[in-house]
């Protein structure tokens, strides 16, 4: 028996996105969003949805430019005060997060230090639907700490220890354990 819950955003897993930028003057700032993930493959791309009150989308509309970084469990206390407090309110949000930001080499905004990995964008459209305006940004380059990758030189997972949202109880998870493998499982029931 399903029971009709109505249009409600429950997607999962939904990841916790840090989405740096600068200001007009130069200051970082990072941003919390749970709406958001990869959106196209070729060219890679991202996309954002930012409400318009947002420091951070105000950024963006100056530089044109975002980082992407995923922050693991142990950063959750930062990751969450970086989504409840405003740059617009507290001009020194970064610094009181007590993380640590260097230029990007590759597009007009910061490479959070502390954070595991990092995409690097520049914004290829942007557009309003509803309560949120729709930023898709081209990804230019991807940074990861050498402590994150495999044997492969891939990410590993269960190393980065990503964040994930429960966009019903408003909680954060980790992800849990593998269960297949993609492009590979299905084809046993191929013919
Ligand atoms: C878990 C979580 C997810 C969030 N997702 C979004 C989002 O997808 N889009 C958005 O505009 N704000 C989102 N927010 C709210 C912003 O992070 C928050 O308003 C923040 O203070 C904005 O900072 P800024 O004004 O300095 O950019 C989220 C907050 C949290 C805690």
Known sequence: M?????????????????????????????????????????????????????????????????????PSASQEVVADYLGCVTAKVTPDKFEKSGLHAAPSECVNAPVIEEFKLTLECKVVKMEQ???????????MNTLADEEILNEEGGVDIAKLDPILVDPSADTYHRVGECVGKIFHDGLAMKE
């Open 2 to 70: 399903k029971r009709s819950l109505g249009a409600r955003r429950f997607l999962y897993p939904l990841p916790v996105l840090m989405v740096g930028t600068y200001d007009e003057n130069g200051r970082p700032d990072v941003c919390n969003v749970g709406w958001g993930g990869i959106c196209c493959s070729e060219p890679p791309c991202v996309m954002l949805g930012l409400h318009p009150s947002r420091q951070t989308l105000a950024n963006i509309r100056k530089t044109q430019a975002f980082t992407v970084s995923i």
């Open 129 to 139: 639907f509803g309560s949120h305006i729709q930023v898709m940004g081209q990804i």
